[in-house]
């Protein structure tokens, strides 16, 4: 598991493709955005996590696609699985890496985005930290084992988000209700955190189980 | 063996006659026997065909996901196929709810749409199924796929009391379901009666057009093979 | 009330039209079924022959 975790890392640290990638598009998404919206709308701390979560999002979409479409392309899933390992551990480290490249792309955009939208760096860094790990964990696991799916069937572009987006409206409205409490000052370790921490829980273990029936041939 | 065919022969010459009474028998309920709504007047006559739709429609992701399951578990191809067929009907009548909400919505409300929470649920459940479908469309009839389907099928039940409560959180508190009186109350279980037929009328013959395809396909390698 | 009108008929339009595709499904498989038919039934012609 460490060893497949090593190696997406390596790749990545190599060319550093994936990650510069996301983060351009990162900042493209909430381009657009910022063009669409009036200024006055902008300032509201809601659209400022709405940016947010929708970035990440669709970032963290092609992000998860592009590992699979590079193991699918040089055939190296089916090598893997030959492998006398677990398909648990597989899972766990696709989502791993995953959850590692958005972490690093996260680091930069969030920053990046409250200080474009002129929102106040006075809020709780930890809660903030924490949300957004809580969700891309989630994002992270749903999203492997969709990939997995999608990667294999024909017009897998558009599968992907057909699959991934209805499933993730739950950890998209949480996740936004807490970041804009958050940015509003508010107390955020309501309700919604603990349906984010749930959803978390959840689809880890559901797709550490259920990884097994995706790849096996 | 015998006794499952013969018994299945009867449930199939007899559910067309039976769907054709129950649902003649809602219809003249729904137009004739129900008084009006003493407030919406009779476009409230709509309710009696959009809460046993949006029923079937869970109604049919349970069995998807009860299937899928047993799929998983077994690895049995009929369950694949009830799946598949039940998913499809679950769309159809998904695509009811979210067709006749609005119709129900505009003269009441004033709006075709609100983002009530169960409108909104039943708007990501049809997200859901249609995903499910499109899975099978793009990705082929084979084993693997079958697998995939039932691994979504699955995800997306588990996936429905967190979108559900999500939702509710998301926009308050629901209407409140009022009290009935006793003639809405048995026209709404005619009708519910009527869909349950409908539903599962169309599903059998969705499932035997799923195995008589199987055969065929089975036959015709068979045949290949021989030559 | 044309919405209660339209209510309905859409209730049953959209259930027609999915029962047409199914009997459509249903044709095509009819079709395979006699393509099959004749292929056995070639086969065993020359098998006799």
């Known amino acids: ?41 902008l300032k509201q701390p809601a659209f400022g996590s709405a940016l947010l979560w929708v970035a990440l999002v669709f970032a963290g979409m092609l992000s998860i696609q592009r590992a699979f479409i590079l193991e699918q392309e040089r055939n190296c899933f089916a090598g893997l699985l030959l492998c006398p390992i677990d398909p648990g551990q597989v899972f766990f480290a696709k989502f ?25 760096f006075s809020v709780s860094l930890l809660g903030l930290v924490l949300v957004l790990l809580c969700g891309i964990v989630g994002f992270s696991a749903l999203g492997t084992l969709c990939a997995a799916i999608a990667v ?47 959803f978390d829980v959840i689809f880890v273990v559901t797709g550490w189980l259920a990884f097994g029936f995706v790849v096996q041939e | 063996m015998k006794t499952v065919t013969t018994h299945s022969d009867l449930v199939d010459s007899f559910l067309p006659w039976l769907t054709c009474v129950a649902m003649l028998a809602a219809l003249a309920m729904v137009f ?111 084993e693997t796929v079958a697998r995939y389907a039932a691994v979504l099928g699955i995800v997306g039940v588990i996936d429905i009391p967190l979108i559900y409560l999500s939702i509710r959180l998301w926009r308050g508190i629901h209407p409140k379901v009022e009290q009935m009186a006793p003639e809405m109350a048995w026209t709404l279980l005619v009708c519910t009666g009527a869909f349950v037929c409908v539903f599962a009328w169309l599903l059998r013959l969705r499932l035997r057009s799923l ?3 199987d055969e065929i396909r089975a036959l015709r390698q068979h045949l290949v093979a021989a030559s | ?48 022959s």
């Open chain 2, 32 to 142: 004739l026997y129900v008084p009006n709504e003493r407030v919406q007047g009779e476009v409230q006559r709509i309710f009696y065909f959009h809460l046993p739709s949006a029923w079937m429609a869970f109604l049919g992701f349970f069995i998807v996901a009860g299937a899928s399951g047993a799929f998983l578990w077994q690895g049995k191809r009929s369950a694949d196929l009830l799946a598949r067929a039940a998913a499809e009907l679950g769309m159809v009548f998904c695509s009811l709810v979210l067709l006749t909400g609005p119709l129900w919505a505009r003269p009441i409300w004033g709006v075709w749409w609100t983002w009530d929470p169960r409108l909104t649920m039943t708007l990501v459940l049809w997200l859901i199924y249609a995903a499910y479908v499109l899975l099978r469309v793009f990705a082929g009839d084979t």
């Open chain 2, 211 to 213: 195995h008589l395809r």
């Open chain 1, 152 to 198: 294999r069937t024909r017009a897998r572009e558009i599968i992907l988000p057909l699959m991934l987006l209805p499933l993730l409206v739950p950890l998209f409205i949480a996740a936004v209700n807490v970041t804009g409490a958050l940015l509003a000052g508010e107390a955020w370790t309501g309700t919604w955190f603990r349906i984010l921490v749930a």
């Open chain 1, 96 to 120: 791993l890496s995953n959850v590692c490249f958005l972490i690093i792309v996260e680091a930069v955009v969030a920053p990046l985005t409250l200080a474009l939208l002129s929102l106040s």
């Open chain 3, 1 to 48: 009330m044309p919405y209660l009108f339209a209510a309905f008929s859409v209730v049953w339009i959209v259930i027609f039209l999915y029962a047409l595709s199914i009997s459509r499904r249903q044709r095509e498989l009819s079709r395979e079924v006699e393509a099959l038919r004749q292929m056995t039934e070639e086969r065993t012609k020359t098998e006799s």
């Open chain 1, 1 to 41: 598991m460490w060893a497949i975790l090593w190696k997406d890392l390596l790749l990545e640290l190599r060319t550093k493709e994936r990650v510069s990638s996301l983060f351009v598009l990162a900042l493209l998404i909430i381009l657009v955005f910022v063009f669409a919206l009036t200024p006055e709308q």
